[in-house]
C-alpha cells in the first residue's frame, strides 16, 4: 500500500495540472478556519492581491497565495473557485495579480484579475518552458551506487537528475516503476542523454547493498551509463528520506509502505514531482526534455 504524497518537498506543478492531493486536503482546513476567522464574511465582490501558485483546469480551481482580504479573510495561501472559462485560461503559476473575489456566502470565487507582475527566483520560482514554477533546494546526499562508488547530488554538476525511491525486496510497486522509468529512459532522444541522470535511492540500505541493486537494475533492462542506484548506512538514508519528503513506514512483517514519487531536478532545484498518475509519465518527459535542451544549448557555447 502507498501512502498519501508527503508535501515537505512538493512544490506547485506546472501549468495545467491538478492541484495536488495534499495542498488540497490543507486547503479545506484552512477554509474551515476562515470561515470561523473572518471578520465580517458578508456576501459581496472583495479586492484582493497576491501570486498564483497552481491553476487546476480540470476543476476549475486556482490556488492563490494571497495577502490580507480586508473584512473577510487574513492572508494565507488558499484556493478559489474560478466559473469563467476565460478566466480560468488566462492565470498561470508565477503571476502576481490584482483580483476580484466574489463571496457568495456559500463559496470564495475570482470573477476577474489583472497581472500586476511576475513571481520572483528570490522566492523560489523559476522558468519551465513558456511557464513559471515554485521549486524548492533538493536535499544533496553523499551514498554509493551498484558499483560502490561515492556519488553526492553536487557530484551531478548541472545535469538534469531524476530522482525516485525503491527497494528492491518491493512486491510490486517499485519494479513497475523501475520498468516505467526504464521505458522513459528509451524515450528520451540519443542526443539528449548525456544531460540527463537517473537516481534510484533505497528504502532499505540493509539489504540493498551495492550487487544487490545492480542485480535489480539489470533484471529490468536499465540502462546504467546514465542511472544509478544508491545506498548507504542507514543512519545516513533514514533523514535523507524524510528530507526529500518520501513517506515511508516499514510493516511488522518487514514490508515498506512507501511513497510513489519521482523528483525531477536541475541546478539543485526540485523543478516538479510526479506520481504514478495516468500522463504523468508523458509529463515528466516533456519537461525532462525541456531543461536537457536548455543544459545541451548551453554546452554548446561553451568554448
Known sequence: MDLLESEDLLSPSFPGRAIRTGVVAILMLAIAWVACSREDGAPGTYSAHGTVEDVDHENAQVLIEHADIVGLMPAMTMNFLVPEAAVLRALAPGQIIDFELR?????YEVSGFEVVGEASAEAGWRRLGDGLVRTSSAPDFDLIDQAGNPMSLVSLGDRVVLVDFIFTECPGPCPVQTSNLVTLQKRIPDRLRQHVHFISISLDPEVDRPKILERYALARGVDLSN?????????????LVTRWGVGSVRNDDGSIDHTLIKFLVHRGRVMDHYTSRAGQDDDLLADLVLLAEARSRVQAALP
Not at 463571496?103 to 463559496?107: L, Q, Y
Not at 545506498?231 to 538514508?237: C, K, Y
Open 227 to 239: 542511472w544509478s542506484f544508491l545506498t548507504g548506512d542507514r543512519e545516513v538514508v533514514a533523514p
Open 103 to 107: 463571496f457568495t456566502g456559500r463559496s
